[in-house]
């Protein structure tokens, strides 16, 4: 189940994620790493270098560093483009060094990975692809045209051709496999990230609506007394009125607005489902309660509830948590989306487990996807469904993420599967055919505690 809500998760709002002080201060690396290098060629090793080029490729990138420092606000965020852009000023500063120190030949030619190494793990898939390119281009560039490292008696640093081609193509599978690499780990943990503040959002307004509902209902607890007593007493003034009909008019105005009041508290209540106010209701009332948004959509929503083996025959009492109440929701949701008409939602209780199971009629879960149910986005079961049935579907992936997350956190044990052989013909497939969720908590996670009592409304604190 997508939820509008989470629109602002997506990747198009990841730019302004860089900080340009984080690319200052990777770059002030670099350049007292090139410094170092250069003179340590020069004085210790006696190599003839371009210093006058070095030192103003180096000048470059300390000139670009305190532009950015005077000019930016420490807190300055990049854009796509201008993050790419830095990059791509020290890729090419970067290339320019190497060609004016022998090219490949030069061992630091390894340090070109990095600026798409960053590329991957921060920026949009095109913007490491046109700086991934670029590094190869320029890579391939001063492998041929280069300017050779040279000694104090004239003789170059000549390198095995074989060798060189080696260090080309290693330099290239690097650009590839570390971006590929970064990519894929820096997806997954956004990913991650973003299902799991979509988790604590879905909890977030869960708790509201709890909230709310139990407001509500102690408000009408609260108010139930003077109504009473107003309506009370106004059609007594009504009686004693007769003979003043204006008089009268008022009373009857007073008893029809203290009607109206109890009819906005009842029909409150009703929006707040089944007293929310309380912290703990029978098995039957909370799935009936998650159940509830999904069961006048066309398909027959059927609850069976019983013992397990050794088990009383009276119902268990309990916690309800808003991670159960959404989380189930979710569930049952998934299964009436998919449905051809009947879903069937069972409890059963024993001494040391409560186990619910939610099974469909429709056409279950796509096998090589079960494995792999509830990962954040995952969306293959789109491609195994009728599309007609539901074109609105953006994918279950999110949806089972948040339902499989909140229902952890209370204890409980989740399990995907198929309930028949997708393979079957209709007319041998058994009446329960989709899919099967089935929830297992162990009785002390679950259970609400036998001693608990009601007691007096609990003030909010503001």
């Known amino acids: ?53 070095c030192y103003m490729a180096v000048g470059a990138s300390i000139i670009a560093n305190l532009i950015s420092i005077f000019v930016y606000p420490e807190n300055k965020r990049l854009s796509e483009v201008e993050a ?22 030069n061992p630091f030619a390894l340090l070109i990975l990095a600026p798409v190494t960053i590329s991957a793990s921060a920026l949009e898939l095109r913007t490491t692809l046109l700086l991934g390119a670029l590094a190869i281009l320029f890579t391939t560039v001063i492998a041929f045209v280069n300017v050779p490292l040279r000694f104090a008696d004239g003789t170059s640093l000549q390198v095995p051709l074989v060798f060189e081609f080696g260090f080309w193509l290693a330099i290239v599978i690097g650009i590839v496999f570390l971006g590929l690499y970064s990519r894929r780990i820096s997806t997954e943990i956004r990913s991650m990230s973003d299902a799991l503040l979509a988790t604590q959002m879905a909890l977030a307004r869960e708790q509201k609506l709890t909230d709310l509902g139990g407001v509500v209902a102690a408000a009408a607890h609260e108010l139930g007394t003077p109504l009473a007593t107003i309506k009370l007493v106004s059609a007594e003034m009504m009686e004693e009125l007769k003979d003043q009909p204006h008089l009268a008019e008022d009373a009857r105005l007073i008893r029809d ?32 309660e998650a159940a509830e948004p999904h069961m006048g959509r066309g398909k027959q929503v ?16 309990i916690l309800r948590r808003p991670e159960v109440i959404h989380g189930l929701r979710n569930l049952i949701q998934n299964a009436v989306d998919f449905a051809r008409t009947t879903v069937w939602v069972d409890g059963e209780w024993t001494e040391r487990s409560v186990t619910i199971r939610i099974v469909d009629d429709g056409e279950g879960y796509p096998p ?43 204890g409980a044990e989740l399990s995907f599967a198929n309930a028949s052989d997708p393979f079957l013909t209709p007319e041998e497939r058994p009446e329960r055919c989709g899919a099967i969720v089935e929830l297992v908590w162990k009785t002390g996670d679950i259970l609400a505690p036998t001693t608990a009592s009601l007691g007096s409304n609990t003030p909010f604190e503001v």
């Not at 690319?23 to 670099?30: F, S």
């Not at 059927?302 to 009492?317: C, M, N, Y």
């Not at 195994?384 to 949806?399: S, T």
């Open 1 to 53: 189940m997508m939820n509008p809500g989470f629109g602002l998760l997506s990747r198009d709002t990841r730019s302004d994620w860089v900080r340009l002080r984080t690319l200052i201060l990777l770059r002030w690396m670099a350049i007292t790493g090139q410094i170092a290098a250069i003179t340590v060629a020069d004085r210790l090793y006696g190599i003839e270098l371009p210093l006058g080029l």
């Open 84 to 105: 790419m852009l830095t990059l791509l000023f020290d890729l090419s500063q970067l290339a320019f060094l190497l060609y004016l120190t022998g090219g490949l030949t």
């Open 257 to 288: 607005q203290a009607d109206r009041c109890r009819d906005i508290l009842r029909g409150m209540g009703r929006a707040g489902k089944d007293d929310l106010h309380l912290r703990q209701a029978p098995l039957a009332s909370v799935l009936r």
């Open 302 to 317: 059927v609850f069976t509830l019983g013992p397990g083996p050794g088990a009383g025959d009276r119902q268990p009492t």
């Open 368 to 410: 090589q996807v079960i494995g792999r149910i509830g990962d954040p986005f995952v969306r293959s079961r789109r491609s195994a469904q009728d599309l007609d049935k539901r074109p609105e579907y953006e994918g279950m992936g999110l949806g089972l993420f948040i339902a499989k997350t909140l229902l952890e956190r209370t």
